[in-house]
């Protein structure tokens, strides 16, 4: 059958491997640590601990290595980006979030500047927006 496939570093054959196997040459001596590597992310857990449930000196420890590493990672990634391109990064920056920012800042404008309009409107001219004696009921329920 597979006479390649190796399980982590000592010569014994995998039963019934295919070529395909030659991808897990690498597995661990202990296969539980594939199933510990999913329960328990890096980025969340030290060890078999959650970071929340650290002691304190730990836990700021453990926080502010994952910051550090993470600001690493994206001024890296910044930087290669500025290399090929020097307005890449602004670019990047302005259709990301300038952009995506001022749709969000009109919904939210528009959502609140007219529902608080109405409510002056229906103050100011009750006969209008309240009882519709002097504006076609229609054309007030088409502000709303």
């Not at 982590?8 to 199933?35: E, K, M, W, Y």
């Not at 800042?105 to 229906?122: A, D, K, P, R, W």
Request: hydrophobic share 35%; aromatic share 14%; glycine share 8%.
């Amino acid at each position: 059958m597979a006479s390649g496939a190796q399980y982590g570093s000592t010569n014994v054959p995998i039963p019934g491997a295919t070529p395909r196997d030659v991808a897990f040459r690498g597995l661990p001596q202990n296969p539980d640590d594939l199933l510990n590597d999913t329960i328990y992310p890096e980025d969340a857990y030290r060890g078999n601990t959650y970071w929340a449930d650290l002691p304190t000196g730990e836990r700021t420890k453990w926080v502010n290595n994952q910051h550090n590493e993470e600001a690493k990672r994206e001024l890296t990634a910044i930087w290669q980006s500025f290399k090929g391109d020097p307005l890449r990064p602004f670019s990047q920056y302005f259709h990301n979030y300038a952009l995506t920012g001022v749709g969000f800042f009109s919904e939210g404008y528009v959502l609140f500047s007219v529902g608080n309009i109405l409510t002056l409107f229906e103050s100011v001219w009750p006969q209008c927006f309240k009882s519709y004696d002097v504006c076609d009921k229609t054309m007030v329920q088409a502000i709303r």
